[in-house]
């Protein structure tokens, strides 16, 4: 049988292990992704015209037909 004393300790480690884990996921979100920021579809259509295609509805130059979206 389990004494009382080791499930708690038990418990405390997991806490701590958990606390970490969530330090860590949170430092690595306040430093990530920088790349996101800033690179939209807006500046592609600016970027290369010439190995871009033409959106036949808008025409709007883009990267990719199939993830191009009109604005409205
Ligand atoms: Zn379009």
Known sequence: MLSPIKII?????V????LIA???RGAVKKGGNPVDTGYSNEKDEGADPTEMEKCPNCGTYVSA????????
């Open 15 to 18: 806490a701590g292990v958990f």
């Open 22 to 24: 969530r330090m860590v």
């Open 65 to 72: 037909l199939e993830d191009h979206r009109c604005k409205r």
């Open 9 to 13: 300790l038990l418990l405390a480690v």
